[in-house]
């Protein structure tokens, strides 16, 4: 697939359809009418286990994979390479293997009937207890696309999209019981070689970006994004119900939450705030 014009110009390029005309806030994600696919990172014991059972049965009876520690599952896979640094940038032994769940859509949309949002008064307000008690907790952060840049120290070849947003889901409690039900969780795959070979394309092309074109670029950004989509995947928009769409406050960009574009920025607290806050539970982000 050519990159766009946009995406020539602007160095990004993902499978996801956010965009300039994107809602602020939607689910993009690999999905069909009975399955969704959300990743999570983990350190090789957990995956191994996982893989081989097809469920985290086998981690959790070996004692390295915890049913009561909070984990935070996503279904944008640039935004799993931001958290884990592409598992291998960042030196985190718990971040070094993405599986990707492939979970019952109409489950997951049970779940999701469950969620809170965190808001910006997350540590003292009412919202914030519901937050601390609730098994699924939602939180909206800025969307990443990938780049040929590493954007600093800490955004690992991808950049945020400030006025598109990208679900993050916090399961505790029963809601990680889910992730026990093997009819929530179908199948479990091990990608993470999607995102190894995707980032040594991107170090490659760093180390030229010296002669570097546009065009040189917007190639390496397209051989990129073929190596995290090996098959050709796409993230697109999934459709909820008016019940859903409201629990979540799915809305269309900008105008929607009191009065426009300056309100929104105040939705979410940051991590380290949703760290600080839930460090009594052991919360892993």
Not at 12 to 19: G, I, K, L, Y
Not at 95 to 114: G, N
Not at 164 to 183: E, F, K, N, Y
Not at 246 to 260: D, M, P, V
Request: contains cysteine; aromatic residues 6%; hydrophobic residues 35%.
């Amino acid at each position: 697939m050519a990159p766009t014009k946009d995406e020539q110009q602007t160095g990004e390029h993902a499978a996801t359809t956010a965009d300039k005309g994107t809602a602020y806030r939607e689910i993009r994600a690999i999905h069909d009418k009975d399955t969704i696919r959300v990743y999570q990172a983990y350190n090789e014991n957990i995956a191994n286990l996982a893989i081989e059972a097809n469920s985290f049965e086998a981690p959790l009876k070996a004692g390295v994979w915890s049913s009561r520690r909070m984990t935070w599952i996503k279904p944008s896979k640039v935004w799993m390479a931001y958290r884990c640094g592409w598992t291998i940038l960042k030196n985190d032994p718990n971040q070094t293997r993405v599986l990707a769940l492939d979970v019952s859509r109409s489950r997951f949309e049970e779940l999701m009937m469950q969620a809170i949002l965190t808001s910006h008064d997350f540590k003292n307000s009412k919202r914030g207890r519901k937050c601390r008690n609730s098994n699924v907790v939602v939180q909206w952060d800025p969307e990443r696309v990938i780049t040929t840049r590493r954007e600093g120290k800490t955004s690992v070849f991808t950049k945020a999209l400030p006025d598109v947003r990208s679900i993050q889901i916090g399961l505790r409690g029963d809601g990680i019981q889910a992730l026990l039900d093997p009819t929530f969780v179908l199948k479990i795959s091990d990608v993470t070689e999607d995102f190894r070979n995707a980032v040594s394309i991107l170090q490659a092309g760093e180390c030229d970006a010296s002669s570097e074109t546009g065009d040189q670029e917007s190639h390496l950004l397209v051989a990129a994004r073929n190596a995290l989509w090996p098959k050709g995947e796409c993230e697109n928009v999934m459709k909820c119900s008016g019940e859903l769409s409201e629990i979540l406050k799915i809305n269309l960009r900008n105008q929607t939450e009191n009065g426009g574009k300056a309100a929104l920025s105040k939705v979410a607290p940051s991590q380290r705030q949703m760290q600080q806050t839930m460090a009594k539970n052991d919360v892993k982000l």
